[in-house]
């Protein structure tokens, strides 16, 4: 274990206790275990145990056809599984050079980004309730329900949706899809002012999250956080907008940053993503053409050529990366995920030395991390 | 004049079960508190069961649900189902525990907060039990002995956690009776006297309620209730349960019901002691008008008077922990001991000033034992608390809480979006 | 808490696995390749091969993207120079992992770096090859981010890292042996000894009568 070296009181000599936040826990984040060693209650040092939740994807995805790889990249990050489908086809159609129709571009953005509003709700509700705001979970969870109704209506599925083929999709829009997506859309911003008045200029909330877990511009880029954490210290870097994919370019929306780079930035940023995303949604199902879901060109067996290729997409917790090495058959070579939740909770530590124990817990739900990411 | 207990009402003397050969004095100082006590511990008892179905009704209406509706019509009988459930689950005691103490624990923090009942006056004459003449320090001694219950709880856990869950829950109710005692003092400067019946009596005679003279002492009062009760938002050392226990997580079944009780009964006679002291226990101001006062009818309509106020406070409870987030254990303890007691100190001494000035000026007047306004005297006394104490307080606070941290929350801005600006990144 | 690994990276030879092609082999018919391109005209570029030479065997363009194959020797400098003073500066590692290629048995295996710059958007990977048993300088010196993705390098194909503050398993438990993301650690293959210590489940044998043997 790393060296601690400045201990609070030299002169005193109090002993160090040495906590474990098992992997089981009360809030809902996945197995993970945080090993703290504390002085009275602030944290003097943490470790984070992962590996829980290793199911050896990567190695897997290299005895598997393309097509069959698809449904393994909803299981990694189980909450933004829509997201996780849509940077894996990408790449794989980059790597082909495939071009998509404009209906599947524009579907595909409609539903990544009810997704990011899901995976935004969960993480607003889970949030909450490790702080202690019950009321503003449940509310959450009954957008999220409507969400996830759309989902089901389109895909089939809630969570795990497989949402993608490679060369576009393979479900079109059913009847209603266009009524349902604006019906919520309409009446998405009274919930999120319900949220903003439960907890924005809430005492009790400001006194748990200003000032907490902070972590500078410079520090943030060096860690490699990525994604709202990042951009509640105040970098405004988003993939969308610095590398378009799919057909952001042509919609207008906002990148939301912060300032302080503590725990209450980072929900307004997420808040205000939100915003963005039904923004988004709106234009999108506006500017919906018609024409065919699949690219006429899509081939039956994929086989990418000889090389290698790395796309990355914003995904809700940060930058998705996937890194391709193709060797020209049918099933790849080395297929490597870049987690953002694995690289944002290095983080952790710095984030947490200093502070409080009950703070550790809102570290961890303003990282916003899935273990099934993590751990892959 | 303290009664100290009252005699029994008429229609219960005679009673044809009770035959004449009981002699009035039994009848008045056994027979019939015997059964009032009855009567009270039948009717609280069940209250507070169904306070547990209506704290989850309550919250599931906050929450958008709809909460138990199976057992029973519209869950009515969820109180029933809980309590055979807690009782026919297996009696667990864990293997080093200490036996003795582990069983007498909950015990002793039931036992404290139901004592505390008898000396809480319902309702008017016999609708009280006893109104002994130090009632409100006793209710406040019995409830610190419950912290007792607490403590021992969490010792005899054999868990280092536990424990530690125990001590820091102790130490926050400690801390918050202190407030609670001091916010008190302000109003016992206008009753001139600890006997609850006999507050309730003077706010009758005086046709107020002690919350328009004493605001701030009513809002401390309240939230160190809360606060006393380990009530959300601040129940950290109950919630926090990944890193330190509670002092109850080794108890289940009957033992963590009688725990369950004591958190409810404490509910309870905090509600009912704010009640009672600032809000007018049973009085309200046409009552006698519609009753004869001293009748039956009378009495009743008190209890119900004094039961629908309870309630509201009791409400106020439900609402407050599920629309709040929670304190952080160092954050609570500041807020008691810098915000609350400091405002409690100056409430007194701004009371007893403006008492003592309205004194000098002639609007009040102080004879047997009692005071006495005139209509200016009202009108100063509730004018200074508003627009003089409460301004006063607050900057008082200020000035001590300059460089605390939660004092000096930065306000909220609206995000920046997209700015054309130039970073070196 | 946690012990250095320290036991050798051999697959136990005597434990049985169902799946018995370790190695896949190229498909007679192989799609073609991605077009690859010499980069001509690039300042950063032909800053870097000014300054290191001989040592950046490569710079190409693999499908849009450009990709520097270096040999290990310069890669601290290297990647010390990318990130304070070039021209575009690299602020952000974005991803470390490594390839297995068991067909190129000098150096099998390759060690990816892929750099990001905020200011000027623009991604470059650094591609670096290692002989079996070759170990790497650590680069969590420049970038903290490098730390865990290196531990990970290590977990899963048990490349080691010279100077790195703390290299241990990350997502495999701390007593496991073998190095799965190697192409010879099959896909069914488990650690037997520490799956039996740890979760307390036996391998049976493949034949054998076994009524009876369970109650």
């Known amino acids: 274990m790393t060296e601690i070296t400045d201990i609070t009181h030299p002169e005193i000599d109090t002993n160090e206790m040495i906590l474990s936040m098992g992997p089981q826990h009360p809030s809902t984040h996945g197995v993970l275990r945080v090993v703290l060693k504390l002085d009275g209650e602030t944290v003097v040092d943490l470790d984070c145990e992962i590996g829980y939740l290793h199911r050896g994807v990567e190695k897997i995805c290299e005895h598997r056809n393309y097509q069959m790889i698809a449904p393994y990249f909803d299981r990694t990050d189980y909450i933004a599984a829509v997201s996780n489908g849509l940077c894996y086809v990408e790449t794989v159609e980059k790597s082909l050079a495939l071009e998509i129709p404009l209906r599947a571009q524009y579907l595909r953005v409609i539903l990544t980004e009810l997704n990011r509003l899901s995976s935004h709700l969960l993480w607003l509700a889970t949030h909450a309730l490790d702080i202690g705001a019950v009321t503003v979970f449940l509310w959450a969870f009954r957008e999220r329900e409507e969400i996830l109704k759309i989902f089901e209506n389109f895909f089939g599925a809630r969570l795990t949706c497989h949402a993608f083929r490679i060369g576009g999709m393979t479900y079109d829009a059913y009847d209603g899809f266009q009524s349902q997506v604006k019906e919520f859309c309409d009446r998405f911003p009274k919930c999120l002012e319900d949220y903003e008045i439960m907890l924005n200029t809430n005492r009790i909330w400001l006194s748990r999250t200003v000032g907490i877990g902070i972590i500078s511009a410079d520090a943030a880029i060096d860690i490699g956080l990525t994604g709202p954490p990042l951009r509640g210290s105040g970098i405004e870097w988003d993939i969308r907008k610095a590398h378009p994919y799919e057909c952001y370019a042509d919609l207008e929306f906002d990148i939301p940053y912060g300032e302080n780079g503590d725990t209450y930035d980072r929900y307004l940023v997420r808040m205000e993503e939100m915003r963005q995303s039904r923004r988004i949604i709106l234009q999108a199902l506006e500017k919906l053409p018609d024409g065919p879901i699949m690219a006429p060109k899509a081939p039956k067996v994929v086989k990418p050529p000889i090389g290698e290729y790395y796309h990355s997409i914003e995904s809700p917790k940060g930058e998705l990366g996937i890194y391709l090495v193709s060797d020209g058959s049918t099933q790849p070579s080395r297929l490597r995920i870049r987690p953002p939740s694995f690289i944002n909770l290095q983080a952790l530590r710095q984030m947490s030395i200093g502070h409080l124990v009950a703070d550790v817990v809102a570290i961890i739900g303003t990282l916003d991390i899935v273990l099934g990411e993590i751990d892959r | 004049m303290y009664l100290f207990f009252l005699t029994a009402p008429t229609w219960f003397s005679k009673l044809p079960i009770l035959s004449d050969r009981i002699d009035p004095m039994v009848m008045d100082y056994v027979v019939w508190p015997l059964v009032q006590i009855g009567a009270l511990l039948f009717v609280v ?12 009704k309550i919250s599931a209406w906050i929450q958008v649900r709809i909460g138990p509706n199976r057992v029973g019509p519209e869950g009515l009988l969820q109180p029933l189902a809980d ?32 004592v505390a009942l008898a000396v809480i006056p319902w309702g008017a004459a016999w609708g009280t039990i006893s109104n002994i003449d130090i009632g409100l320090l006793f209710i406040l001694a019995v409830s610190s002995f419950g912290v007792l219950g607490i403590i021992l709880g969490g010792w005899a856990s054999n868990s280092k956690y536990s424990l530690l869950g125990a001590l820091r829950s102790a130490a926050q109710m400690v801390s918050y009776e202190v407030a609670m005692g001091l916010a008190l003092i302000g109003a016992l400067m206008f009753t001139k006297t600890l006997a609850l019946q ?29 606060a006393e009760t380990n009530r959300a938002p601040f129940d950290l050392p109950e919630a926090e349960s990944e890193l330190v226990a509670g002092y109850h997580t080794e108890y289940s079944g009957f033992r963590f019901s009688l725990f369950f009780i004591a958190e409810y009964a404490n509910m309870l006679i905090v509600s009912a002691i704010a009640v009672t002291v600032f809000l007018g226990g049973w009085y309200l101001p046409g009552l006698s008008y519609l009753f004869a006062p001293g009748s039956t009818l009378f009495v009743l309509a ?28 160092d954050q609570l303890m500041e807020l008691s001991w810098k915000w609350m007691i400091p405002a409690a100190l100056a409430n007194i001494v701004l009371t007893a000033s403006f008492l003592v000035l309205g004194q000098e000026l002639g609007l009040i007047v102080s004879q047997n034992n009692s005071l006495k306004f005139s209509i200016g005297g009202y009108v100063f006394l509730i004018s200074t608390a508003f627009i003089i104490t409460v301004p006063l307080i607050w900057i008082i606070l200020g000035q001590i809480n300059q460089r605390s941290r939660d004092f000096n929350l930065r306000e909220v801005q609206p995000l920046p979006m997209n700015r054309k600006v130039n970073k070196n990144n | 808490m946690a012990e250095e690994d320290n036991k050798p990276q051999e697959p136990n030879p005597t434990a049985k696995s169902a799946s018995e092609t370790p190695v896949k082999k190229l498909p007679r018919r192989a799609a073609g390749a991605m077009p690859v391109v010499e980069i001509k005209d690039d300042t950063l570029i032909t800053t870097l091969q000014e300054k290191f030479g001989k040592n950046i065997l490569a710079a190409n363009e693999i499908n849009s993207q450009q990709v520097l194959q270096i040999e290990k020797v310069i890669l601290i400098e290297l990647l010390s120079y990318l990130r304070d003073n070039s021209k575009p500066a690299f602020n952000m590692l974005t991803d470390l992992t490594a390839v297995h290629f068991p067909d190129q048995p000098e150096q099998p295996f390759e060690v990816v770096y ?18 079996e048993d070759e170990t790497i300088q650590t680069v969590s010196n420049i970038w ?25 398993r990350i997502l495999l438990p701390n ?41």
């Not at chain 2, 706010?203 to 401390?220: A, C, K, S, T």
């Not at chain 2, 119900?304 to 709040?324: D, M, N, Q």
């Not at chain 3, 710059?117 to 991604?123: F, L």
């Not at chain 3, 979760?199 to 369970?214: M, S, Y």
């Open chain 2, 45 to 56: 008892l069940t209250l507070i069961a169904y306070l547990t179905l209506a704290e989850r």
């Open chain 2, 83 to 114: 309590g055979i459930k807690l009782l026919l689950k297996e009696d667990l005691i864990p293997l080093k525990a200490d036996k003795e103490i582990f069983v007498i624990s909950p015990i002793i923090a039931m036992v404290a907060a139901l």
């Open chain 2, 198 to 226: 006999d507050m309730v009596i003077s706010q009758e005679r005086l046709q107020i309620w002690n919350i328009l003279f004493q605001p701030v002492g009513f809002l401390i009062y309240l939230i160190s209730g809360v």
């Open chain 2, 302 to 329: 008190s209890i119900g008077v004094f039961g629908l106020k309870t309630l509201a406070l009791l409400y106020l409870f439900f609402w407050l922990r599920w629309s709040l987030p929670r304190y952080r254990y």
């Open chain 3, 114 to 131: 892929q750099l990001y710059s905020i200011a000027d958007k623009r991604r470059l990977r650094i591609k670096t090859r290692l002989a």
């Open chain 3, 144 to 168: 903290s981010t490098a730390n865990w993705l290196e531990r990970e390098v290590y977990d899963l194909f048990g490349i080691r890292f010279d100077e790195h503050p703390d290299l241990r």
């Open chain 3, 175 to 215: 007593g496991w042996v073998g190095h799965p993301l190697r192409k010879e650690y099959t896909l069914e293959y488990q650690d037997n000894e520490w799956v039996e210590q740890n979760l307390q489940i036996r391998t049976l044998p493949t034949e054998g009568d076994f009524t009876g043997k369970f109650e």
